[in-house]
C-alpha cells in the first residue's frame, strides 16, 4: 500500500535535484552567455563603421562552418519542437557553443536578432542529456520543458514568465502541468545563478496611477488589436522571408552572404546602426521617454525579419519586446496615456502574438514593469493572442484541438 506512494515521492525528490542541477548548469552557461553578449555589444558600438563592413565576411564563414560541422544544430529552433513532439532526433552537444559563437558574430557585427533562442537551445541541450541518462523515469519531454525554462528564466530574469512560455511554446491551449515543478524550479535556480554573476533583468517599474475605467477598456482592447496584427505581421513577414531566400539562394553559405551584403549597408544608413542587434536601445528609450522615431518599430521589424530569415543565429523574442515597445511608445500621445504604461503594453502584446502565447506575456509584463498593472497586462495580451490567428514565428508549433 505504502510502495506507490514512496515511489512517487523519490520520483519527486529526483526531479526536484535534477531541475536544481539542470537550473545551476544552464544558469553558469547563460552567463557566459549574456556576458560574450554584453562585450559584443559594446565593442560593436565603438567601431560599429568597419565592423558592419566584416558582416558579410564573417557571417560567409560561419555560415560554411557550420553547415559543415554542425549537423543537427544547424535546425535551430526547430531541432527543438522536433524533439519535443516526436522524440525521433537528438540534440547534440556541439549545439551549445556553435549557438552561442553564432549569436555573438551576430551581435559584434551589427545583424538584426535576439538571443532567447539560442538561451532555449542551451537550456534543451542540456536538460536533453539528463532524460536520456534515466530513461526509467520517462521524463524526455518534461526534461526538455524544464530546460526551455531554464534558458529562458536565466536570460531574461523572469522565472514565472518562463516556467508558462516553456508550457506553452511547444503546444498551443495545452499546458503539460506535469512539468510545472521542474521547469519553475530551473527557471529560478538559472535565474539567481545569473544575478549571482551580475547579469540583471531588463526591468523598469512602472509607478503611474492607473484606474481601469469604461473609456480605458475600449483603449486596451484597441490596442491590443494593433499589437495582435503587429505580432502577425512579424510572423507572416519572417515566413515569407525565409521562403523567399531559400528558394533564391538554396545553398545557406550562399544565402546568409548575399543578405548579409545588403543588410551591413542597410543597418549602418539607419541612423548609424539603430537597429542593429537586440533592440534594447529602443526598449530602453520606449521606458524613459527617451527619442523614439515613429518608423522606429517598422524598420525594427523588417531588418528582423529579413536577418533572421536568412539565417541568422539568435533569435526573435526580444526584437518583438522592442517592437512593441517602441510602437507603444510612438501610440501612447493619441491614446492620451502614459507614454512608459502603453510601451509596457507593447513590450508583452507584441511578444503575446508573435509567439502565440498568452500566460508568459502576461506574467512577465508583472515581472519587468509591476504587478499592479496585472490586469491591463491580461487584457491587452489576451485580445493581441486573439487576433493573431493562431500563426507564431515558431513554424513548428502547434496548435491543440478541443
Not at 551580475?198 to 484597441?222: C, E, M, N, R, S
Amino acid at each position: 500500500m505504502f510502495r506507490p506512494v514512496s515511489g512517487r515521492i523519490r520520483r519527486l525528490l529526483v526531479n526536484i535535484f535534477l531541475s536544481l542541477l539542470i537550473g545551476g548548469m544552464v544558469g553558469l552557461l547563460e552567463v557566459v552567455f549574456a556576458k560574450g553578449i554584453i562585450y559584443a555589444t559594446a565593442i560593436r558600438l565603438k567601431y560599429y563603421h568597419w565592423l558592419f563592413l566584416l558582416l558579410p565576411l564573417v557571417a560567409y564563414l560561419f555560415t560554411r562552418v557550420f553547415q559543415r560541422y554542425g549537423k543537427e544544430a544547424t535546425q535551430g529552433m526547430g531541432l527543438i519542437f522536433d524533439v519535443a513532439i516526436e522524440d525521433k532526433v537528438h540534440i547534440p552537444k556541439r549545439l551549445i557553443p556553435f549557438m552561442m559563437i553564432g549569436t555573438w558574430c551576430t551581435h559584434l557585427f551589427g545583424g538584426s536578432a535576439g538571443r532567447e533562442g539560442v538561451a532555449v537551445q542551451i537550456g534543451t541541450a542540456v536538460s536533453y542529456q539528463f532524460g536520456h541518462l534515466l530513461p526509467s523515469l520517462k521524463l524526455h519531454r518534461i526534461f526538455l520543458l524544464t530546460g526551455i525554462a531554464a534558458g529562458f528564466g536565466g536570460l531574461f530574469g523572469t522565472p514565472i514568465a518562463a516556467t508558462f512560455f516553456a508550457l506553452e511554446l511547444v503546444v498551443v491551449s495545452h499546458l503539460p502541468y506535469e512539468a510545472l515543478l521542474t521547469s519553475f524550479i530551473a527557471a529560478y535556480t538559472a535565474n539567481q545563478v545569473a544575478i549571482l554573476f551580475g547579469i540583471a533583468k531588463q526591468g523598469f517599474l512602472l509607478t503611474y496611477p492607473i484606474t481601469l475605467t469604461h473609456p480605458l477598456f475600449w483603449k486596451l482592447v484597441l490596442l491590443g488589436l494593433i499589437f495582435g496584427m503587429t505580432g502577425f505581421l512579424f510572423s507572416q513577414l519572417l515566413a515569407f522571408c525565409h521562403r523567399y531566400t531559400e528558394r533564391h539562394f538554396p545553398n545557406p553559405v550562399t544565402r546568409i552572404a548575399v543578405v548579409s551584403c545588403v543588410m551591413a549597408v542597410v543597418i549602418l544608413l539607419c541612423h548609424d546602426g539603430r537597429y542593429a542587434g537586440t533592440g534594447s536601445n529602443l526598449i530602453t528609450a520606449a521606458m524613459t521617454e527617451g527619442e523614439i522615431y515613429p518608423y522606429d518599430w517598422i524598420l525594427k521589424l523588417i531588418i528582423t525579419a529579413i536577418c533572421v530569415g536568412a539565417g541568422f543565429i539568435g533569435g526573435e523574442v526580444t526584437p518583438l519586446f522592442a517592437i512593441g515597445a517602441s510602437m507603444g511608445a510612438w501610440l501612447a500621445p493619441f491614446f492620451h496615456l502614459p507614454l512608459p504604461f502603453v510601451a509596457s503594453l507593447g513590450y508583452c502584446a507584441v511578444f503575446a502574438s508573435g509567439t502565440n502565447t498568452l500566460l508568459a506575456p502576461i506574467m512577465i509584463g508583472g515581472e519587468l514593469f509591476g504587478y499592479d498593472y496585472l490586469p491591463y497586462y491580461f487584457l491587452v495580451a489576451m485580445v493581441s493572442f486573439i487576433a493573431n490567428a493562431n500563426r507564431s514565428i515558431y513554424s513548428k508549433q502547434r496548435v491543440a484541438t478541443i
